[in-house]
């Protein structure tokens, strides 16, 4: 069963969605890169969810970018202030990258939900 632990929304439209699924979370993100010519950034990493609990318990603990990866898939996060750094990328044929800043508060409510065992 999947259950979404963490929907991150752009303001007009598309998203970040955090999913868990058993032992992996799964990334969706669809994300607009120019609303206007409707170019879009469409990306899907895999990773083990333990590895992203450890991620998110680390980037609140200790400064510098910290990352994860399985197979062609990379999640880097990095604490800034009161912001946080959301860089996802895939490797392959096509590599695909997002880069995004959030709000600090949305990697505490992440680890909030790793931290419950939400799935």
Do not use: N
């Amino acid at each position: 069963m999947s259950t979404i632990i963490l929907s991150i929304t752009h303001p007009v439209e598309g998203s970040v969605d955090i999913i868990s699924e058993e032992t992996d979370v799964v990334i969706k993100a669809r994300w607009p890169f120019d609303l206007e010519t409707d170019e879009w950034v469409d990306i899907v990493g895999r990773f083990r969810r333990s590895d992203l609990d450890d991620l998110v318990a680390s980037v609140i603990t200790q400064p510098g970018p910290h990352t994860i990866e399985l197979g062609q898939d990379y999640l880097t996060l990095e604490g800034l202030g009161e912001k946080f750094l959301f860089d996802l990328s895939r490797g392959g044929v096509v590599p695909k990258r997002l880069m995004l800043q959030f709000p600090l508060a949305l990697l505490q409510e992440l680890r909030a939900a790793t931290t419950r065992g939400d799935s």
